[in-house]
């Protein structure tokens, strides 16, 4: 069996210039067929609500929805490195509401990393957290949980202000002690300059190739979304395939023909 991946092997990753792979994961045959294709690390995004849940964005996703799935993954990870996104309203508060928060999640699922959304408003968080064990993830760029102030995921950092903003995130996030950091929908040219300028690795989505790794929601890599982002080609069309499975399934059971006699 492969060694288990830890922070330290992706901080080394990045040292050596070598790429690794996130991807998300919900439960545990997800998890598994992840490992089974060598995934470094599996992210349960809070996507979760919008891609399994039904929701309309990630806001009403609770903790309690991210623990459940979170230890379902864990079930099925053998050597992955595996974060748990914290939901909306579990960490904004105060470094203390935080700080329960990552107990609860770190306890009850066994995972090995919290991520959180936010730049400089959520450096002292992130200092608190770090200064106390826990190894975060930051998310900066498009922060979903925001997206009833923004209005929209459109790509973020395109004017000059956002540019420099979002450059500050990362180099706050960093020196907060974060270890490693989300870009999500931002110009690739700011995910090279953050890449080439902050000692964390980045991971990218939407932010271009420069990015020290990638990370992919599960339903649009293997084509189970309707719609993809234009920045997340399916790469097999597994939703056509299922509706074709069970359609053929169906018509066997309405014509007598499953089970077979
Ligand atoms: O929730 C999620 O799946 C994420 C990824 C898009 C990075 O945060």
Redesign the pocket.
């Known amino acids: 069996m492969n060694k288990r991946i830890t922070a330290a092997t992706l901080a080394k990753a990045k040292a050596a210039n070598e790429k690794t792979v996130w991807l998300?994961a919900y439960d545990t045959s997800s998890a598994q067929l992840a490992e089974a294709a060598d995934v470094d690390v599996l992210?349960v995004?809070?996507?979760?609500g919008m891609v399994s849940l039904g929701f309309d964005s990630?806001i009403p996703v609770t903790l309690d929805h991210m623990i459940h799935h979170t230890a379902a993954v864990v079930r099925g990870r053998q050597t992955a490195w595996v974060v748990c996104?914290l939901p909306f309203g579990s960490y904004q508060q105060s470094p203390e509401q935080a700080f329960e928060t990552s107990v609860r999640v770190l306890q009850e699922t066994g995972c090995d990393a919290v991520?959180l959304e936010g730049g400089v408003p959520m450096a002292e968080t992130i200092r608190f957290l770090s200064d106390r064990g826990i190894a975060i993830v930051a998310?900066i760029g498009l922060t979903?949980q925001s997206v009833k102030k923004f209005g929209s995921y459109k790509t973020r950092g395109t004017n000059p202000d956002e540019y420099q903003a979002i450059l500050n995130d990362a180099k706050a996030i960093t020196e907060a002690g974060a270890v490693a950091v989300?870009l999500?929908c931002i110009p690739e040219k700011l995910a090279e300059a953050i890449t080439a300028t902050i000692a964390i690795p980045t991971v990218g989505?939407g932010a271009g190739a420069a990015c020290d790794s990638q990370?992919l929601?599960w339903h649009d890599l293997l084509g189970l979304s309707e719609k993809n982002p234009s920045f997340a080609p399916a790469y097999i069309h597994l939703r056509e395939q299922i509706i074709t499975a069970i359609s053929r399934w169906r018509d066997d059971v309405r014509l007598g023909k499953f089970p077979k006699t």
């Open positions: 998300t992210l995004g809070d996507s979760l990630t996104d991520k998310h979903p989300v999500e989505i990370v929601v």
